[in-house]
């Protein structure tokens, strides 16, 4: 089975609405420029929600094939839950992918796997694409416990989603080790690890749900490294942190040489 390559662009706390703009602008110029075709791979940028409104108009006035994403959502529906977005309001602004349990919000939210698959099935029920999140920390990673750990956060994400609803998810596999810092997992680390979130897929639902789930890698993904983590069979794309933020340098990742 084919998957289509996703790249997205996680943009974190960085960015006001006019640097968003321009941002979103100059990837397209720069994807124009490269005659990049949409066909051949998803391109998402994840602002932060202050931003979400412009990305949109820049998108949608210039018909841009980019699409966009929220960094959050909560579980609640509406009403007196101060600083929380609902997935209703990020559907109205055409969100189309949100990332739960990013490794950060793990840490400085207390964000566990139970909250993360709650997130992601408020984000299926409202018609978006969950980019779900997991990961080890350096401690892990060191005693040789990548995969048992990723396979823990992924049994909890999963927990009561369906295997349609997880055929269409996202899930990226980020270790904390390599986000921000430059250090990047190698090919074969990524693949130890994402091959064996798409064989618990298959354990826990079937094969061609197994099949049809995105995968990315997450980690000082750069346009130098993309094309060899890409060329694993289990990588479907890559979600950027740092080198999202510059138009020239996203639009290289994006346009990798498959
Ligand atoms: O969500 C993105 C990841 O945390 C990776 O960030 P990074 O590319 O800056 O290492």
Not at 57 to 65: I, K, Q, S, Y
Not at 72 to 100: Q, R
Not at 165 to 176: C, G, H, L, N, Q
Request: proline content about 3%.
């Amino acid at each position: 089975m084919t998957r289509k390559p996703l790249l997205a662009g996680n943009w974190k706390m960085n960015l006001d609405h006019l640097e968003a703009i321009s941002l979103v602008e100059g990837l397209a110029a720069h994807l124009k420029d490269a005659n990049f075709d949409y066909d051949k791979a998803d391109v998402v940028v994840i602002p932060p929600f202050t931003d979400i409104r412009s990305v949109q108009t820049v998108v949608e006035a210039d018909e841009l094939g980019i699409a966009y994403g929220a960094q959050d959502v909560s579980v609640h529906e509406s009403g007196a839950y101060t600083g929380e977005v609902s997935a209703a309001m990020l559907s109205k602004l055409g969100v189309k992918y949100i990332v739960v349990g990013h490794s950060e919000r793990r840490e400085y939210h207390n964000e566990s796997d139970q909250l993360v698959g709650e997130k992601a099935r408020v984000a299926l029920a409202g018609g978006m694409i969950p980019i779900i999140c997991c990961g080890e920390g350096l401690d892990v990673r060191k005693a040789g416990k990548q995969v048992e750990h990723v396979l823990s956060q992924i049994d909890g994400a999963l927990e009561g989603i369906s295997a349609e609803d997880v055929a269409r998810s996202v899930i990226a596999y980020e270790p904390i080790w390599a986000i921000g810092t430059g250090e990047v997992a190698t090919p074969e680390d990524a693949q130890e690890v994402c091959g064996a979130i798409r064989e618990r897929v298959a354990e826990l639902y079937d094969q061609n749900t197994a099949d049809a789930v995105r995968v990315l890698y997450g980690g000082s993904v750069k346009s130098s490294n993309v094309k060899e983590i890409m060329a694993k069979p289990d990588v479907d794309g890559a979600l950027v942190g740092g080198a999202s933020l510059k138009a020239e340098e996203f639009s290289k990742i994006v346009n990798f040489e498959a």
